[in-house]
């Protein structure tokens, strides 16, 4: 299986530390899986203002690619201002709704604020729900204090969780497998 992990910021690199640990925890539960990172700080964005997908220049076209051709994702976001990143956001209304159907998603975050997990609750996954993911039941926040300087996780529960993520997202990974991605209804 092809796993997108997105690292869904264009500033600072905590988001980024916490995924490539969820990295590491994946492939200790499923070596097989196909594992690749997309950070969007790497991809000249532009916003979405309703024309075609073909108008869009390349990097824009290729984010789409990359989401349409992967099997699950894990996403990982900054909070900025009580919400997600904009750049994050416009990725997604990028996407066709059809794009991660019935796929397996889990969630990294990390803010400045120990309360705004709730930004995960209450924002990131009704997208995602919208979308009709298989959003995993645990998430895993960060703050800024479970790093030190050069942004190693140094806080064992947060260890912990991040390998728990990964073993329930490599189970949903492998259930997923067996949904269809046909549906009968048309929406
Ligand atoms: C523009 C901006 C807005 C932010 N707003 C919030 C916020 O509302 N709540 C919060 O918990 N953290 C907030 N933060 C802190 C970021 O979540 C934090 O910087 C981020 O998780 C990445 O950490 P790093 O920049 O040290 O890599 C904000 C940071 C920026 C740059």
Same mark, same amino acid.
């Given at each position: !299986?092809?796993?997108?992990?997105?690292?869904g910021t264009i500033i600072g690199s905590k988001t980024?530390? /916490?995924?490539?640990?969820?990295?590491?925890?994946?492939? @200790?539960?499923?070596?097989? +899986?196909? =594992?690749?990172?997309?950070? &969007?700080?790497?991809?000249?964005?532009?916003? $979405?203002?309703?024309? *075609?997908?073909?108008?869009?220049?390349?990097? +824009?076209?290729?984010? $789409?690619?990359?989401? @349409?051709?992967?099997?699950?994702? /894990?996403?990982?976001?900054?909070?900025?201002?009580?919400?997600?990143?904009?750049? &994050?956001?416009?990725?997604?209304? !990028? &996407?066709?709704?059809?794009? !991660?159907?019935?796929? *397996? $998603?889990?969630?990294?975050? #990390?803010?400045?604020?120990?309360?705004?997990? =709730? $930004?995960?609750?209450?924002? &990131?996954? *009704?997208? =995602?729900?919208?979308?009709?993911? =298989?959003?995993? *039941? #645990?998430?895993?926040?960060?703050?800024?204090?479970?790093?030190?300087?050069?942004?190693?996780?140094?806080?064992?529960?947060?260890? #912990?969780?991040?390998? @728990?993520?990964?073993?329930?997202?490599?189970?949903?990974? @492998? !259930?997923?497998?067996?949904?269809?991605?046909?549906?009968?209804? #048309?929406?």
């Amino acid at each position: !299986m092809k796993i997108l992990l997105v690292d869904g910021t264009i500033i600072g690199s905590k988001t980024g530390a /916490i995924l490539e640990q969820i990295n590491t925890y994946i492939q @200790e539960f499923n070596p097989n +899986m196909e =594992l690749k990172v997309l950070r &969007l700080s790497e991809f000249d964005h532009q916003f $979405v203002d309703g024309r *075609p997908l073909a108008e869009y220049n390349d990097d +824009m076209r290729e984010i $789409v690619r990359r989401f @349409e051709d992967a099997d699950g994702y /894990i996403i990982a976001s900054p909070i900025f201002q009580g919400s997600i990143p904009g750049v &994050l956001k416009n990725t997604f209304d !990028m &996407l066709h709704p059809h794009t !991660m159907r019935y796929k *397996p $998603v889990s969630i990294v975050a #990390n803010g400045g604020t120990y309360q705004h997990h =709730l $930004v995960i609750e209450n924002q &990131l996954k *009704p997208i =995602l729900d919208y979308f009709r993911c =298989l959003v995993t *039941p #645990n998430y895993v926040y960060t703050h800024s204090s479970h790093f030190d300087a050069s942004n190693t996780i140094i806080n064992d529960d947060v260890h #912990n969780r991040l390998r @728990e993520l990964a073993r329930v997202f490599v189970q949903y990974a @492998e !259930m997923s497998q067996h949904l269809s991605k046909v549906t009968l209804d #048309n929406h």
